[in-house]
C-alpha cells in the first residue's frame, strides 16, 4: 500500500525534487508527449502539455496519437518586461509557438504550441532574456502580481520591488530546473533541501497578490495571500494582509466554492517575508492531501476556521499581526489611453482582446508591438487584466508611438465599448484539457451582440465587468464579474451576475446550464430596468443588489 495520501503526492514525493523522468521523456523520439507522471511535475518547470482538441477525432480516425503540444509560461513579478525582453518573448512566439504571445489574468506570457523538441530551447532561451519559467504552475507559490498601473511612480516601484522580493524568496530551490533545462550538472547523491516547501511542495497553487489602494487591479481578495499596501504621504508604512481568496470550483459538488479572503491585521514591510512564509507553511502543513479539490487555502481555512488558522501563523511568526489599517478600493478594472506620472513621464494602456497578441489580417499586434520595442525607452506592465501599458514614455516620444500604436490597429482602446475593454476571458478550447465551453473564441462574437443590447439602452460607455471561463476553474476571475459566463457544455454556460466593480464581492448564479439565446432573454430586461431606475453613478453590479433581483436568482 502506498504511503502517500494521493497518487499526485506520490509523484511529488518520488520525484527528486521535481525531476522524475522529464530528461528521459525530452529524448524520447517516439512520442510528442511525456510520460504520465511527468505531465504532473512538468508544471512546477512552467510548462503543461496539451494537444488540440479541435483535431482529436480526426487524428483518432487516422490512428495517430494526439497532436501534442506545450504550453510554457514565464514567472514574471509584477508583469515588468524590458524592450529586450519583450523582442526575445517575440520571437520565440514566431519561432518556436503558435505565432502568439498571451498576456495572462496573472501578469505573464503564456507560450501555445510549442513541440516537445522545441521546448529545451525555448526555456534556455528565456532564461539567456533573464527571465524564468520556475514554479509558474504547479503545486507552489506562482507569479507574485503587483499593481501595474505606474502613475505613482514611487507607489508602483515599492509594489513591484515587493512582488520581485517575494517571488525570489519563495522560488524552490531544487536545482532540477537548471539540469533539465540549462544543462546544468546532473544531482550527484542526495537531493537538495527544500526548506520551506519540503519534498512535496504544497497541496495545490498558491497565489500571492499585492495592491495599492485605491485601485484594486489584481483583485486582491481573489488571492491565497493578498497584500494591501498601505502608503501615507507617499511613504510605505506595510502593508494589510488577506487570506484565503480562491476562484476554482466544480459543477454540481456544493463542497468547492470561489472565496474572498479574509483580512487578518497588518504587518510592516520588514515582517513580509516571514509572514508570507508562516501563511505557506501551515497551508503545506494542515492543506488537503487527500482530496485536490479541497486542497485550496480558503478550503484549509474554512475546516480549522479562522481564527485557528491566523493563531497557527502567530504561532509559528512568534508575533501578533497589528490591526487592520483602513484603506478604500474604488476599481479593480485598467484605465486606457495616455496618463502622466507625478514624475513626468507618460503611460499608455492599450486593450488587448483576451490577452492575445497576434497578427490576423490588418491587425498586425505581435508586429506593432514588436516595432514599438524596438524604440521604446521605457518597459512594459502587463496587467492582471490581460492589457499592456506601455510605461516611461519620455512626452517628445507620445506622437511616435501613437503612430506605431495607431499603424498596427493597437489603438482599440479609442473605439471599443466599455464592456468590451473591461471583459476577460481564459483560453478554453482548443488548447485547454478542462475546457467545457469556448471563452477567448467567443468572446468577440458574444461582445458583439452584448454591445447592440447595450445600444438599445443608450450604456455603451458604462463600464460593465464581464468575464467568461470555459469551466467552473476560473482562471478568468468570473466569479467577480458584474455579468460573467461559467462554461458548462459546448453552447451552454451559467449565467452569473451581481459582483461589484471593486473586487468585494463575488456574483451569484441567476441561470444554470443555458445557451445564448436565454443567456439574452435574461439580460434584456436587467439592463432595459438599469437603464431607467439607476441611481447617479451607480453601477450594474450595485443596481442589481439594491433592486432585490438576486434574491431568487437561480432558475434551472
Known sequence: MSSYPSDFERVKGESRNLRGTIAESLRDPV??????????????????????????EERRRQKLEPAYSFMLRARLPGGVVT??????????ARDYANGSLRITSRQTFQWHGIIKRNLKATIAAIDRAMATTIAACGDIARNVVSTAQPIEPAAHTLAYSWAARLSEHLEPKTRAYHEIW????????????????????????????????PLNDVDVFSQDLGIIAIIEHGELLGFNIAIGGGMGATHGDPSTYPRLGDVIGFVVPEQLLAVA????????????????????????????????????VESRLGFALAPTRPYRFDHNGDRFGWAQGHDGRWHLTLHIDSGRLADVGTQ??????????QIHAGDFRLTCNQNLIVAGVAADQRDRIDAIVADHELDTYRRHSAVRLHALACVALPTCGLAMAEAERYLPDFVTRLDALLDRYALRNVPIHLRLSGCPNGCSRPYLGEIALVGRAPGRYDLRLGADIRGQRLNRIYR????????????????ANYAKERSAHEDFGDFLHRTGVLLDAVVA
Open 31 to 56: 512520442t510528442g508527449a511525456i510520460a504520465d507522471d511527468d505531465t504532473k511535475l512538468i508544471k512546477f518547470h512552467g510548462s503543461y502539455q496539451q494537444d488540440d482538441r479541435d483535431l482529436r
Open 277 to 312: 512564509e508562516a501563511v505557506i507553511a501551515v497551508q503545506r502543513d494542515w492543506g488537503d492531501r487527500v482530496e485536490r479539490k479541497h486542497a485550496r487555502l480558503k478550503y484549509t481555512i474554512d475546516h480549522h476556521g479562522l481564527p485557528a488558522f491566523k493563531a497557527e
Open 83 to 92: 524592450p529586450a525582453q519583450w523582442l526575445t518573448f517575440d520571437a520565440l
Open 182 to 213: 540549462l544543462d546544468g550538472e546532473p544531482l550527484q547523491g542526495p537531493v537538495e533541501h527544500e526548506p520551506l516547501y519540503g519534498p512535496t511542495y504544497l497541496p495545490r497553487k498558491f497565489k500571492i497578490g499585492i495592491a495599492i489602494p
Open 512 to 527: 444554470v446550464n443555458v445557451d445564448e439565446a436565454a443567456i439574452f432573454d435574461a439580460l434584456d430586461p436587467l439592463l
Open 364 to 373: 498586425r499586434w505581435l508586429s506593432g508591438l514588436r516595432e514599438l520595442a
